[in-house]
C-alpha cells in the first residue's frame, strides 16, 4: 500500500512541472506576439505582405494530388482570369494615383522591401521566444 501514495505523488510531480513548463512557453510566446503585435500596429502593411509571403511559402510546400488538380482546374482558371483583370485595373489606378502622388517605382520598391523585412523579422522573433521558452522549460525540468 505504500506504493499508491508514492505513484500519486509522482504524478502530482508530473503533472505540476508539465503545468509549470507549459505557463512559461505560454507567458514568452504571449510577449512576443505582443511585441510583434506592437512592432505590426505602426505598419499593418507588413503584417499583409508577411501573411502573404508565409502563405505562398506554405502553398509551395504542400503538394497536390490529381483528384484536387482535376476537381479545382476549372474554378482555378476562373479564379485567373478575374485575378487578372482585377490586376490589371488595380495596377492602372495604382500607377496614376502614385504618379500624381509623385512617387517613384524606386521608392515604392525601398518601402516594400522594408515592410517585408520587418513582418520577416517580427515573424522570426516570435518564433525565437517561443523555442527559446521551449528549452528554459525543457532544462528546468531536467
Known amino acids: 500500500m505504500s506504493k499508491a501514495p508514492r505513484a500519486e505523488t509522482q504524478t502530482d510531480e508530473t503533472t505540476e512541472t508539465r503545468n509549470d513548463a507549459y505557463g512559461k512557453v505560454s507567458e514568452r510566446v504571449a510577449a512576443a506576439y505582443a511585441s510583434a503585435g506592437e512592432k505590426l500596429e ?25 483528384k484536387e488538380k482535376e476537381l479545382l482546374a ?31 517605382q524606386d521608392q515604392i520598391r525601398g518601402q516594400v522591401s522594408k515592410l517585408v523585412e520587418q513582418a520577416l523579422k517580427a515573424a522570426s522573433d516570435a518564433g525565437s521566444a517561443a523555442l527559446e521558452a521551449a528549452r528554459e522549460s525543457a532544462s528546468a525540468n531536467r
Do not use: Q, S, W
Request: aromatic content about 0%; cysteine-free.
Open 74 to 104: 476549372p474554378l482555378g482558371e476562373k479564379i485567373g482570369d478575374a485575378a487578372r483583370a482585377a490586376l490589371d485595373a488595380g495596377k492602372t489606378a495604382g500607377t496614376g494615383a502614385l504618379a500624381d502622388a509623385g512617387l517613384t
Open 42 to 66: 505602426a505598419n499593418p502593411l507588413a503584417a499583409l505582405l508577411g501573411g502573404i509571403a508565409i502563405g505562398a511559402i506554405a502553398g509551395a510546400l504542400l503538394p497536390r494530388l490529381e
